[in-house]
């Protein structure tokens, strides 16, 4: 019930491509939807989050897609650059709540 | 600077071995978190702490204990380490908002291993 399924587990994209990361959940009380990049050797880092209350939010070159009737979200990641290369976790969370769940990780390696 | 520090950085122990895991924020943050990090598996959450005195348990907080005696120490308790709990362990805190979790600053990583 409250499990996050991420995919894939990896992905190779050449440089200037576009990048999309899968997140799907069972729990309909989530009420936001952040997502997580890390580089080897170093903790996590927030890099966006969304509340279910819009279909997208974009910063930069990231933007995250929501699907709320699907119970679905994704990470797109445009003009794929190689500093981009990093493991990138999906996580869902509560209002009023410090309880976070996690996706299982995606490593991503951007091709120069 | 403002950061969230994490001691030890590697520790091997061996089974049954009661040790600790300190973390400290100096951000007088009021929520704290401890995560573990498996290949696979991806982070999940042990315990986490929304203001002094108050904890609470998160996925896998199983075989662990904490306190939170003062805002800014948040230590990891293992009573009788398991080789199933040899990871990568990550503390984190944030500041006061109704999400928690959003901003979350983590430390560098404690590698853990049991043998």
């Known amino acids: 019930q409250q499990q996050v399924k991420q995919s894939p587990q990896s992905l190779i994209v050449q440089k200037g491509g576009i990048s999309i990361i899968n997140c799907a959940y069972e729990?309909?009380?989530?009420?936001?939807f952040p997502w997580y990049q890390q580089f080897p050797g170093k903790g996590p880092a927030l890099l966006i989050a969304?509340?279910?209350?819009?279909s997208e939010k974009k910063e930069g070159r990231f933007t995250i897609s929501f699907n709320k009737s699907a119970k679905q979200f994704s990470l797109h990641i445009m003009d794929s650059q190689p500093g981009d290369s990093a493991t990138y976790f999906c996580a869902a969370s509560w209002v009023n709540t410090g309880k976070l769940i996690f996706g299982q990780g995606t490593t991503l390696q951007v091709k120069p | 600077e403002a950061q969230v520090t994490q001691n030890p950085r590697y520790l091997i122990t061996v089974t049954g071995k009661k040790l600790t895991v300190t973390c400290s924020q100096n951000m007088n943050h009021e929520y704290m978190s401890w995560y573990r990090q498996d290949p696979g598996l991806g982070l999940r959450q042990i315990y986490y702490s929304m203001n002094v005195e108050v904890t609470d348990k998160g996925d896998v907080p199983e075989g662990y204990k904490v306190s939170r005696k003062e805002k800014r120490n948040f230590p990891l308790i293992l009573e009788s380490p398991s080789p199933n709990q040899t990871s990568l362990y990550f503390c984190?805190?944030?500041?006061?908002?109704?999400?928690?979790?959003?901003?979350?600053?983590f430390g560098p990583g404690t590698r853990l291993t049991v043998l």
């Open positions: 984190a805190s944030s500041g006061r908002t109704p999400y928690p979790t959003d901003t979350q600053y």
């Open positions: 969304i509340r279910p209350d819009v």
């Open positions: 729990n309909t009380a989530f009420d936001y």
